[in-house]
């Protein structure tokens, strides 16, 4: 999140979009609840279900599964049209009023941008975008207009193209009621007054698309526009969705990046050190601080058992590829795959077109999982229609210990890294994953460094042992040590020695090493930590800097140079950020600002990480599009009422292209989802009686109209098939939960029924179902492959 | 001064964690539930589910309303389950909670059926009566009861009664203000003034709770007429048994005159 939990209590007007808040997030309610009690403020929950949410809730728009982008282009729509718009923000702290190159342009029937070029390896489109660049004269300064009227200004650019975004032509693609749109609208763009603040919270029903990023982009500029970024209450909020998935966002476990966000090193553009250095450093922005913080990171994997270059050198690099999880998994299919570790995951159930997934795993020679329970990942080869006897896999299962029985710290959405203290111990054998991890990596190390191998010294020197055992017995991890690692500490012959206040002190040459910039600061005390901090404010706006570190550098709201005025006084004296008191710049929060910044600097870029930085409106910083754009989900049952030829997004790499159905044949929108009661696959949570009592079964919610039309009753088994599982002459089973908080939506005159399924559900456990995602296509996001599972077609039919 | 448990349906989003810690704090199993078509579950109070969270979805003028309640026992003042136990296990407390004394209950089953919100489990193989109890073992030693600890938004809260109706009404007035005519307190009034107080967004017909709710009269009956009876049966007995003692010893020494 831009902002952070207890921020909300600020918020004006919240719009929960693609994110059920009181359905996954419950605790977050209350500081909702506050905002309502205390300043009046409006939910709205817009959401293809009447679902937790909508119920307490003080307006539902129902939108079709897929339109998120339709919906948020309606709003970008009218926030343009009515002057909506915080117009001062927008002329100095956006890119409105940046020219962009003359040769750019749209297609509206076709739906796509110039440069758009056909990339056969991928089955897809991708985009040359140097005509979407920004103009430059001679000394290489961006053309600005900043009156706003240049034709080829970021903000003309804009008006035009949203023009088609209007309240008809979205009501036919949302079928949402015009009205209902409108309504949503004149809300939530009433916070693009000065004072006010609009809180966007979203979640994976805005993500998890082959057009995901574009909503979330969507979102972006709508609250740019609306000058909702950097001010108390407002922000682009990504509610996470297990309590360390930001630390494990932050810790790198994504294959494209490297801890704290930077790039992972690829051959054909990095393939040394310094090539590193000088593509990934942008000309001004606070990225210009990247030669240290790679160099920091090196000297934390190897310690002075390298040299910088050498160690760069040990980093493995991409090929330029896709391996995320849907193209690793093909690969395993191809039989490129020899072993997997599979650590707290289970993507047997929670991947998608789960059944296939669980079929190419046999061709594995072996599978390690790591989990506290024996998950179906680990149990693929004894599920539903596997031969054991044909399976050659062999398994390891490491039993580790649960969130409570260790200790360790937790990133949560709002980035406040906080320490957590063991509950308990864990049971039996079960260690905690640095344990084990630290172990498994010195035992591959040993192995190396007395067998040798083709290329040993990216294992071999790595300085795991020296950096991290424990004092006393070198076959345990010393939490301590890992902690101050990842902080940061000054780096000398001698090996490690004194913390790093902050990533201000990080430095180019070696003399720092440091796990992860971001963290810089959350473990600068190793006997006082500022991630072990409990202090509550006494008076603020609800940040409390003493509670926890909240990277960066203990800022709790990011971009906070926008929460005031080009002169430095808060758009908001009720809650105000930080201002300037003609001096220097005070408040509740820690400045966004870079120290030696002098005050026109500040407010010339008061978004710091981009080179310009100015937010962007249009953005060539995502390769789908720089404008948020609607296409159609890769399976959908109408064309782009917007743009009659455009087909799902052209830059989605189509894995499999024979998996993708049609409405002839599949003619009701599926969506997966979540339900408060279990939790992801359901592996720790279907195994508790109190909690499979409440939900003891799969079931898929579905109108009342189409259940009549089926001859469906409530609590009847029905049947349910899409293009993935019809080929193979599968189908899963449910229970029928026949509601009226679904409604069937009108698009082009047909009407259209869309159903739905809890993912939850899988065959080990005690309470056991079919698995939803067995269903849902492998097709997704072009900028981060995040499958589309909101949004897909399937049929269905009553079980006797 | 009593204590009784304010309940908000108004911030209630059905999580269901007062539902949970209910059965964690009482050790109660979990029953053997199936889909049966809502949310709900388990679709019953037993002896083992003493509260229950109800989902209730209906359409009205203003759209689709999804209608979600903690649900269980009241707590009632004039308590029908009180009012026809035979063996007067059922007391009020004075914080609030009406308590089952499971060492006095005879398992009779009259205050299952009398009670009429219908939240009340027996148990057959204990044959007792088993329900909410307030968590009254948290209330003496400072606690509050389980469901309120576990509330995510402060939707169900507990204290002084009057501070809690006061709290109901200001809620019940903010809510017409935003436009709902249909909010509304219950529980002030009802059955003698309830422990357990609501603030409703409609009618308590839709939110599966009884409209007009009484002690049935035939309890009344029950109460008032036949349980003072008893006493008299007591007699009775032991009457018949002292006689039937006497009269056995004179049977006794006639024989042995006889012989």
Same mark, same amino acid.
């Given at each position: 999140?831009?902002?952070?939990?207890?921020?909300?209590?600020?918020?004006?007007?919240?719009?929960?979009?693609?994110?059920?808040?009181?359905?996954?997030?419950?605790?977050?309610?209350?500081?909702?609840?506050?905002?309502?009690?205390?300043?009046?403020?409006?939910?709205?929950?817009?959401?293809?279900?009447?679902?937790?949410?909508?119920?307490?809730?003080?307006?539902?728009?129902?939108?079709?599964?897929?339109?998120?982008?339709?919906?948020?282009?309606?709003?970008?729509?009218?926030?343009?049209?009515?002057?909506?718009?915080?117009?001062?923000?927008?002329?100095?702290?956006?890119?409105?009023?940046?020219?962009?190159?003359?040769?750019?342009?749209?297609?509206?029937?076709?739906?796509?941008?110039?440069?758009?070029?056909?990339?056969?390896?991928?089955?897809?489109?991708?985009?040359?975008?140097?005509?979407?660049?920004?103009?430059?004269?001679?000394?290489?300064?961006?053309?600005?207009?900043?009156?706003?009227?240049?034709?080829?200004?970021?903000?003309?650019?804009?008006?035009?193209?949203?023009?088609?975004?209007?309240?008809?032509?979205?009501?036919?693609?949302?079928?949402?009621?015009?009205?209902?749109?409108?309504?949503?609208?004149?809300?939530?763009?009433?916070?693009?007054?000065?004072?006010?603040?609009?809180?966007?919270?979203?979640?994976?029903?805005?993500?998890?698309?082959?057009?995901?990023?574009?909503?979330?982009?969507?979102?972006?500029?709508?609250?740019?526009?609306?000058?909702?970024?950097?001010?108390?209450?407002?922000?682009?909020?990504?509610?996470?969705?297990?309590?360390?998935?930001?630390?494990?966002?932050?810790?790198?476990?994504?294959?494209?990046?490297?801890?704290?966000?930077?790039?992972?090193?690829?051959?054909?553009?990095?393939?040394?050190?310094?090539?590193?250095?000088?593509?990934?450093?942008?000309?001004?922005?606070?990225?210009? $601080?990247? @030669?240290?913080?790679?160099? &920091?990171? #090196?000297?934390?994997? *190897?310690?002075?058992?390298?040299?910088?270059? %050498?160690? =760069?050198?040990?980093?493995?690099?991409?090929?330029?590829?896709?391996?995320?999880?849907?193209?690793?998994?093909?690969?395993?299919?191809?039989?490129?795959?020899?072993?997997?570790?599979?650590?707290?995951?289970?993507?047997?159930?929670?991947?998608?077109?789960?059944?296939?997934?669980?079929?190419?795993?046999?061709?594995?020679?072996?599978?390690?999982?790591?989990?506290?329970?024996?998950?179906?990942?680990?149990?693929?080869?004894?599920?539903?229609?596997?031969?054991?006897?044909?399976?050659?896999?062999?398994?390891?299962?490491?039993?580790?210990?649960?969130?409570?029985?260790?200790?360790?710290?937790?990133?949560?959405?709002?980035?406040?890294?906080?320490?957590?203290?063991?509950?308990? $111990?864990? @049971?039996?054998?079960?260690? &905690?994953? #640095?344990?084990?991890? *630290?172990?498994?990596?010195?035992?591959?190390? %040993?192995? =190396?460094?007395?067998?040798?191998?083709?290329?040993?010294?990216?294992?071999?020197?790595?300085?795991?042992?020296?950096?991290?055992?424990?004092?006393?017995?070198?076959?345990?991890?010393?939490?301590?040590?890992?902690?101050?690692?990842?902080?940061?500490?000054?780096?000398?012959?001698?090996?490690?020695?004194?913390?790093?206040?902050?990533?201000?002190?990080?430095?180019?040459?070696?003399?720092?090493?440091?796990?992860?910039?971001?963290?810089?600061?959350?473990?600068?005390?190793?006997?006082?930590?500022?991630?072990?901090?409990?202090?509550?404010?006494?008076?603020?706006?609800?940040?409390?800097?003493?509670?926890?570190?909240?990277?960066?550098?203990?800022?709790?709201?990011?971009?906070?140079?926008?929460?005031?005025?080009?002169?430095?006084?808060?758009?908001?004296?009720?809650?105000?950020?930080?201002?300037?008191?003609?001096?220097?710049?005070?408040?509740?929060?820690?400045?966004?600002?870079?120290?030696?910044?002098?005050?026109?600097?500040?407010?010339?870029?008061?978004?710091?990480?981009?080179?310009?930085?100015?937010?962007?409106?249009?953005?060539?910083?995502?390769?789908?599009?720089?404008?948020?754009?609607?296409?159609?989900?890769?399976?959908?049952?109408?064309?782009?009422?917007?743009?009659?030829?455009?087909?799902?997004?052209?830059?989605?790499?189509?894995?499999?292209?024979?998996?993708?159905?049609?409405?002839?044949?599949?003619?009701?929108?599926?969506?997966?989802?979540?339900?408060?009661?279990?939790?992801?696959?359901?592996?720790?949570?279907?195994?508790?009686?109190?909690?499979?009592?409440?939900?003891?079964?799969?079931?898929?919610?579905?109108?009342?109209?189409?259940?009549?039309?089926?001859?469906?009753?409530?609590?009847?088994?029905?049947?349910?098939?899409?293009?993935?599982?019809?080929?193979?002459?599968?189908?899963?089973?449910?229970?029928?939960?026949?509601?009226?908080?679904?409604?069937?939506?009108?698009?082009?005159?047909?009407?259209?029924?869309?159903?739905?399924?809890?993912?939850?559900?899988?065959?080990?456990?005690?309470?056991?179902?079919?698995?939803?995602?067995?269903?849902?296509?492998?097709?997704?996001?072009?900028?981060?492959?995040?499958?589309?599972?909101?949004?897909?077609?399937?049929?269905?039919?009553?079980?006797? | 001064?009593?204590?009784?448990?304010?309940?908000?349906?108004?911030?209630?989003?059905?999580?269901?964690?007062?539902?949970?810690?209910?059965?964690?704090?009482?050790?109660?199993?979990?029953?053997?539930?199936?889909?049966?078509?809502?949310?709900?579950?388990?679709?019953?109070?037993?002896?083992?589910?003493?509260?229950?969270?109800?989902?209730?979805?209906?359409?009205?003028?203003?759209?689709?309303?999804?209608?979600?309640?903690?649900?269980?026992?009241?707590?009632?003042?004039?308590?029908?389950?009180?009012?026809?136990?035979?063996?007067?296990?059922?007391?009020?407390?004075?914080?609030?909670?009406?308590?089952?004394?499971?060492?006095?209950?005879?398992?009779?089953?009259?205050?299952?059926?009398?009670?009429?919100?219908?939240?009340?489990?027996?148990?057959?193989?204990?044959?007792?009566?088993?329900?909410?109890?307030?968590?009254?073992?948290?209330?003496?030693?400072?606690?509050?009861?389980?469901?309120?600890?576990?509330?995510?938004?402060?939707?169900?809260?507990?204290?002084?009664?009057?501070?809690?109706?006061?709290?109901?009404?200001?809620?019940?007035?903010?809510?017409?203000?935003?436009?709902?005519?249909?909010?509304?307190?219950?529980?002030?009034?009802?059955?003698?003034?309830?422990?357990?107080?609501?603030?409703?967004?409609?009618?308590?017909?839709?939110?599966?709770?009884?409209?007009?709710?009484?002690?049935?009269?035939?309890?009344?009956?029950?109460?008032?007429?036949?349980?003072?009876?008893?006493?008299?049966?007591?007699?009775?007995?032991?009457?018949?048994?002292?006689?039937?003692?006497?009269?056995?010893?004179?049977?006794?020494?006639?024989?042995?005159?006889?012989?």
């Amino acid at each position: 999140m831009t902002n952070h939990w207890n921020d909300y209590q600020h918020s004006d007007v919240i719009m929960a979009i693609g994110g059920n808040t009181a359905e996954n997030h419950p605790v977050s309610m209350k500081w909702i609840e506050k905002a309502r009690e205390e300043k009046g403020a409006k939910l709205i929950c817009v959401d293809p279900r009447y679902c937790r949410t909508a119920a307490v809730s003080d307006l539902h728009v129902p939108i079709r599964p897929g339109t998120n982008s339709a919906f948020l282009g309606y709003l970008l729509h009218y926030a343009l049209e009515n002057g909506k718009y915080h117009e001062e923000y927008v002329k100095y702290y956006t890119n409105a009023t940046y020219l962009i190159n003359e040769d750019y342009s749209f297609d509206d029937v076709e739906g796509v941008f110039s440069g758009i070029e056909e990339d056969p390896e991928r089955n897809a489109h991708s985009y040359d975008q140097s005509s979407w660049q920004y103009q430059r004269d001679d000394n290489g300064n961006i053309r600005t207009d900043p009156d706003m009227e240049n034709p080829n200004c970021v903000f003309q650019i804009m008006k035009e193209f949203y023009k088609k975004y209007n309240k008809q032509n979205i009501s036919e693609v949302t079928g949402c009621p015009q009205d209902k749109l409108e309504e949503a609208a004149e809300l939530f763009c009433s916070t693009g007054e000065a004072s006010k603040a609009g809180n966007i919270l979203y979640a994976m029903g805005i993500t998890q698309f082959t057009h995901g990023a574009q909503n979330v982009r969507g979102i972006a500029v709508l609250q740019l526009l609306l000058g909702n970024m950097g001010i108390a209450g407002g922000g682009v909020n990504a509610q996470r969705g297990q309590s360390n998935v930001q630390g494990a966002t932050d810790m790198a476990i994504l294959y494209h990046i490297i801890p704290g966000y930077m790039g992972t090193p690829q051959e054909a553009l990095h393939p040394t050190r310094q090539e590193y250095k000088d593509v990934e450093t942008p000309e001004s922005g606070w990225w210009t $601080e990247t @030669p240290k913080y790679i160099d &920091s990171l #090196l000297k934390a994997f *190897y310690g002075n058992n390298a040299s910088m270059d %050498e160690a =760069y050198s040990y980093l493995p690099k991409l090929d330029g590829k896709d391996h995320s999880h849907i193209a690793m998994y093909k690969m395993m299919s191809e039989g490129k795959v020899k072993g997997m570790i599979c650590w707290a995951d289970n993507p047997a159930v929670s991947g998608p077109t789960a059944g296939d997934k669980r079929d190419y795993q046999k061709k594995l020679d072996w599978l390690v999982s790591v989990d506290v329970v024996e998950n179906e990942t680990a149990a693929f080869w004894k599920g539903p229609g596997m031969d054991p006897s044909e399976i050659d896999t062999e398994v390891f299962m490491l039993p580790a210990a649960a969130a409570y029985e260790r200790d360790g710290t937790k990133a949560n959405s709002g980035r406040w890294i906080q320490w957590q203290w063991k509950a308990q $111990e864990a @049971p039996g054998d079960a260690k &905690s994953d #640095l344990q084990i991890v *630290y172990e498994m990596f010195k035992k591959l190390q %040993e192995k =190396y460094q007395s067998e040798g191998g083709t290329f040993p010294e990216p294992i071999a020197k790595m300085a795991w042992v020296e950096h991290y055992a424990d004092d006393h017995d070198e076959d345990k991890v010393d939490l301590d040590k890992v902690c101050r690692m990842v902080n940061g500490r000054y780096y000398t012959a001698n090996g490690p020695g004194e913390q790093v206040e902050n990533f201000v002190g990080l430095e180019e040459d070696g003399s720092t090493a440091c796990g992860n910039w971001l963290y810089c600061g959350y473990y600068n005390d190793p006997d006082n930590p500022a991630c072990k901090n409990r202090e509550r404010e006494k008076e603020g706006i609800g940040a409390h800097p003493g509670w926890g570190f909240a990277w960066p550098l203990n800022r709790r709201i990011v971009y906070n140079r926008a929460s005031a005025d080009p002169d430095g006084n808060p758009w908001n004296p009720d809650a105000p950020v930080i201002w300037w008191d003609g001096e220097d710049w005070v408040g509740n929060d820690v400045p966004d600002i870079p120290g030696g910044w002098n005050f026109d600097k500040a407010t010339d870029m008061p978004f710091i990480m981009l080179p310009e930085g100015r937010g962007r409106l249009f953005s060539f910083g995502v390769n789908d599009a720089p404008l948020p754009i609607h296409y159609e989900p890769a399976e959908s049952p109408v064309q782009n009422v917007l743009y009659p030829q455009a087909k799902h997004n052209p830059v989605s790499q189509v894995f499999y292209p024979d998996q993708l159905g049609d409405a002839e044949e599949f003619p009701y929108i599926m969506t997966t989802y979540r339900v408060s009661e279990h939790y992801q696959s359901g592996a720790l949570t279907r195994n508790m009686p109190w909690l499979n009592e409440l939900m003891p079964e799969l079931f898929i919610e579905m109108d009342e109209d189409l259940a009549e039309e089926k001859g469906i009753s409530n609590g009847d088994t029905v049947a349910i098939t899409s293009k993935r599982l019809k080929d193979n002459d599968k189908e899963i089973k449910a229970k029928a939960c026949v509601t009226n908080r679904i409604k069937p939506y009108k698009v082009n005159g047909k009407t259209i029924h869309v159903v739905g399924l809890p993912f939850h559900w899988g065959f080990k456990g005690l309470a056991t179902g079919d698995v939803a995602n067995d269903l849902s296509p492998s097709i997704g996001d072009p900028n981060t492959t995040i499958p589309e599972f909101k949004a897909f077609l399937c049929d269905l039919r009553r079980v006797e | 001064m009593t204590k009784a448990m304010l309940i908000d349906t108004s911030k209630c989003m059905g999580c269901r964690g007062c539902q949970v810690a209910c059965k964690q704090w009482n050790k109660l199993p979990a029953e053997d539930t199936t889909f049966s078509g809502s949310y709900e579950n388990p679709p019953q109070y037993s002896a083992n589910t003493w509260m229950r969270v109800v989902f209730n979805e209906y359409e009205d003028e203003n759209g689709i309303q999804w209608r979600l309640a903690k649900e269980g026992c009241m707590h009632c003042n004039d308590a029908a389950c009180m009012q026809v136990c035979p063996s007067g296990a059922i007391e009020r407390t004075e914080l609030g909670a009406v308590r089952i004394d499971q060492n006095k209950c005879i398992g009779c089953n009259y205050c299952v059926r009398m009670c009429p919100f219908n939240v009340m489990g027996f148990d057959r193989e204990q044959s007792v009566a088993r329900k909410c109890t307030f968590c009254y073992d948290r209330l003496v030693n400072g606690y509050e009861p389980a469901c309120v600890t576990a509330c995510t938004t402060d939707a169900i809260k507990y204290g002084e009664r009057s501070d809690l109706l006061n709290l109901a009404y200001e809620r019940m007035s903010e809510l017409q203000e935003n436009g709902n005519s249909k909010a509304q307190v219950y529980g002030d009034e009802e059955v003698g003034g309830a422990g357990v107080i609501y603030v409703l967004e409609d009618a308590p017909e839709k939110y599966h709770l009884p409209e007009d709710p009484r002690v049935p009269w035939h309890a009344r009956v029950w109460n008032s007429l036949f349980r003072p009876l008893r006493v008299l049966v007591i007699i009775a007995i032991a009457f018949g048994l002292w006689s039937n003692f006497s009269r056995s010893k004179k049977i006794q020494e006639q024989k042995k005159k006889a012989q």
